[in-house]
């Protein structure tokens, strides 16, 4: 007990020197900062988006009671302050404090990026958390962003998105050439190689681009986001699994001097909030991907389909040349991928006795 | 604006009020009450057990930073303050404000408790967490335990377990007439009626009773633990999958007295604590038995073993028979149990496609 009063006296001494001349209401004992942080937070998703933009939502509500008031943060859906994709440079720059989106979003400006998100054929949720949290990742992630002046989080995750919804049959390998699909990132160069048109659009095109067939096919992310744009209504096949994002993390990032101005029980606040919004936000997409699921299983005009185990072999092969070129071609991205890949094949022996084996006895 | 100018007024103003003459270096604008809290919290784990014993290390080690030290909690491991299985009764009591545990070690107690932790071939850590946070779960749980004025949150999580150790092969159904296993709960019943003999140890004498032969097999938590108590120097055969506990939940108990009193703002920060455990705590288990597993793969003394598939269909079928008989025995199990099944039947359907589909592919 001894070394704990201690402790406590020093937090006392720290609290009156705040406090000044100890004013008899300004109580004794603790030694939290009454500065207050006024923080805009911009992301990449339209507002309150179901699972996507409700985290930095439910980010901010809850560290400002959490901090009792002492850090508010205004959330900004995409293009309400800055473009979707300009998050990354707002935040570097200081225009605001901080930002939520996914770190493949980087593809061009920091390459090794999109390891800390989703590479085709890697790691899942559970995996990649293990290997942020305990197997080395985020030392890596805050190496590569030092320069940039950005401190990263992760922030939730989506789980296992679908492969997508298509308005042709994929029987064999050979349907996949001349498929016009909406893929962006690492998988929509894994579709070019396999004779196939990658289109990138914003996800509020999506629809009618579908619709009106100016593209065969499109992923977004899972049942229970692809139903809220009702594209069960512009494609007839659904299908899984998706190979190309099997367990997209998003990120929190925050300007390096804001976050150094913080003091050291916000800070806390802020970095266990956002990784409790990674439980929650996967409890939010497991709940609506299931209930979303049952619905459109009953839909008529739906057919749920499994990619052919032909197609998805010519796939990962190639994600695999996919991945080592961007390896090749950045020493950051060498050095953050070796790390990643000799992480996966330790951890995915593991989630094929545990997660896998277990699924398939049920 | 304008109204965020004026809820920041009032903020203002409480902390005037609180602060009476408001001495000029107790800033204005926030309003954390500076009152303090001491708290004691018992667990049913060894002291800094790995995974399981520093969930609640991590928290009171986190909410004391989050709250600049205005809620500290003193962590006592199993018998340093009450038995590893009375945790229940203590915080019920008030004699402490918290403990960490496991939910199914009150059956007996709160027959119905078992839902929110494990349940042979029940829910995953995915799938449990949907079911508590946006399935409508939690309700249910702070409705069974209020009467014994007790506050629950879900901290934590193993992930998939590991079937066991055995000194026998188990090649056929027959093989588990007269198997003499630890194994506690619902899994030892449903051995039992399997022809085996469960027995029910505490940790710290597993290893010796299998190393003595007093019993056959073990089951205990999966690579990460298992080899932590070198089990793999006591046995042979290493199975998988863990039917009897495909993720079992941890929670964090409070007195409704000691919960009651924390202002918002210690409130927000503990639950939030807790969900934060929860990504932690299972990137723990993944990095850790991913890292075992790899050791014991390497073990000449080691083989690594997967149920038969004619084991496993009479385990599921006969888990069925012991949860229908728990909730024909327990209105609030019969309640409970089938809100967990009805969730179950739909999310298990979404993880077929998404985690079951996606591991299948690598």
């Not at 001894?2 to 402790?7: A, D, E, L, T, Y």
């Not at 100890?22 to 207050?36: I, L, M």
């Not at 990649?128 to 940039?148: D, S």
Request: hydrophobic fraction near 40%.
């Amino acid at each position: 007990m001894k070394r704990r009063q201690f402790v406590g006296g020093l937090a006392a001494a720290a609290t009156l020197s705040a406090c000044a001349k100890n004013d008899t209401d300004c109580n004794v004992g603790a030694a939290a900062s009454q500065e207050t942080f006024e923080w805009s937070c911009v992301t990449s998703w339209p507002p309150k988006f179901p699972g996507l933009g409700m985290a930095p939502e439910n980010l901010a509500t809850r560290v400002e009671k959490a901090s009792a008031g002492r850090l508010k943060i205004k959330v900004y859906g995409a293009g309400e302050l800055v473009p979707a994709f300009e998050v990354f440079d707002a935040v570097s720059r200081g225009t605001v404090e901080m930002g939520h989106d996914a770190s493949y979003y980087h593809k061009g400006k920091v390459d090794a990026a999109q390891f800390f998100a989703a590479i085709p054929f890697g790691m899942t949720n559970l995996e990649l958390n293990g290997w942020l949290y305990y197997g080395g990742g985020m030392a890596l992630w805050r190496e590569l962003y030092a320069p940039f002046g950005l401190v990263p989080f992760p922030t939730g995750n989506t789980g296992v998105q679908m492969g997508g919804w298509f308005n042709k049959e994929i029987n064999t390998a050979d349907d996949l050439k001349g498929l016009k699909m909406r893929i962006p990132g690492l998988g929509g160069e894994v579709l070019r190689r396999a004779g196939g048109t990658p289109v990138t659009l914003p996800g509020s095109e999506i629809f009618t681009a579908l619709q009106t067939g100016s593209i065969d096919a499109t992923e977004w992310v899972g049942p229970y986001n692809d139903a809220s744009f009702g594209l069960h209504k512009a494609a007839r096949y659904y299908y899984y699994p998706g190979w190309q994002e099997p367990g997209p993390g998003l990120e929190t990032i925050i300007n390096a001097d804001a976050w150094n101005s913080l003091p050291a029980d916000l800070q806390e606040i802020v970095s266990t909030t956002c990784q409790a919004i990674t439980t929650d936000m996967a409890a939010e997409y497991t709940n609506g991907n299931a209930m979303s699921l049952q619905q459109l299983k009953n839909d008529p005009n739906v057919e749920l389909r499994r990619f052919p185990t032909a197609v998805i072999d010519l796939l990962r092969s190639i994600a695999q040349d996919v991945v080592e070129e961007l390896m090749a071609a950045d020493p950051a991205a060498a050095k953050i991928g070796k790390a990643y890949f000799e992480y996966l094949d330790v951890v995915a022996a593991n989630s094929r006795i545990a997660e896998q084996a277990y699924l398939s006895t049920r």
